[in-house]
C-alpha cells in the first residue's frame, strides 16, 4: 500500500478533492495543514522538486507531486 502525504491549507479549494478521493479510496494518507500565517515560513522550506511552490502537494511513496487536477486524475485512475 503507498504511503500518503497530502500538503495543504486548513481550507477546502483545491485540496479538498484530493482528500475525498484518498478517503473515499479507503487509503491513509497524512493530511498536514498549513495555516496561512505559517504558509511563508513554509514555503521557504518547500523541497526544491517541488517546482511550483505552491499547495496541495501529493507525497507518494517519498516522490513529490504537484497540480490538484494532475494528482486528482491519478488517484481517481489508480482506485477506478
Ligand atoms: N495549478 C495549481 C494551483 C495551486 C495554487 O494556486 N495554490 C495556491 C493555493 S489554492 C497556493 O499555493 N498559493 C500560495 C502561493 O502561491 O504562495 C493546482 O491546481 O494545484
Keep these: 500500500m503507498p504511503v500518503y502525504k497530502l500538503e495543504y491549507f486548513n481550507a477546502k479549494s483545491k485540496g479538498e478533492l484530493t482528500r475525498l478521493l484518498l478517503s473515499t479510496a479507503d ?3 497524512e493530511d498536514v495543514r498549513i ?13 526544491s522538486n517541488t ?11 517519498g516522490k513529490e507531486m ?3 487536477g494532475a494528482m486528482n486524475r491519478y488517484l481517481a485512475r489508480e482506485y477506478g
Excluded at 495555516?35 to 523541497?47: A, R
Excluded at 517546482?51 to 511513496?61: H, N, W
Aim: hydrophobic fraction near 35%.
Design 27 to 29: 487509503q491513509e494518507f
Design 35 to 47: 495555516s496561512v500565517e505559517g504558509w511563508p515560513k513554509y514555503k521557504s522550506i518547500l523541497s
Design 51 to 61: 517546482p511550483f511552490e505552491q499547495l496541495p502537494v501529493l507525497t507518494i511513496d
Design 66 to 68: 504537484s497540480q490538484s
